[in-house]
């Protein structure tokens, strides 16, 4: 598999072969997702056919963000408030349907709903948390991240991509050099 090179090009007619995805050529690298947003936003903009284009992140990590401490108590209470949610969902939609005989409003259906489902996921969220035994005594959100992001269109169309890009009106022109690959 050739590897896409990351320093800025030297000749801006030659994109690189990304191997994998055959047929497709890198004709750009950003160090950001948010610039190669951009970078392809304005290639639509230009009337470059996009959807021959893709961002790839390249140099992939994941990373999980510590929100907090999880308690017994605080997972009874979020399972509790998803359980009210949902189940306040459930009565609504059997209210709205006339699924419930005799006919009780959608609204005190929903209210029952969400008590029910609120004591049901708090104790759902009690039981489940005691039998983690302490293991993961933390709550955290995941993620993925990119060491750069990769804009590969199709051969045939990587020439005009490359010329539109190398633009000094287009995103990252004024600061080529640091910035698009």
Known sequence: MVQPQHDKRSDATSPTSVGATDGQLVVASYPTYADAERAVDYLSDQGFPVQRTAIVGRGLSSFERITGRLTIWRAAAQSAAHGAVLGALFGWL??????????????????????????????????????????????????????????????????????????????????????RR
């Open 94 to 179: 059997f209210g709205l349907f006339d699924w419930v005989n005799p006919l009780i409003a959608s609204l005190l259906l929903a209210l029952y709903g969400a008590i029910f489902g609120a004591v049901a996921g708090g104790l759902l969220g009690l039981v489940g948390h005691a039998l983690t035994g302490g293991r993961r005594d933390f709550s955290s959100v995941a993620g993925m991240r990119a060491e750069s992001y990769d804009i590969i269109v199709d051969a045939e169309v990587a020439a005009q991509a490359v010329q539109l890009l190398d633009a000094l009106t287009a995103p990252g022109g004024e600061r080529a050099a640091g910035g």
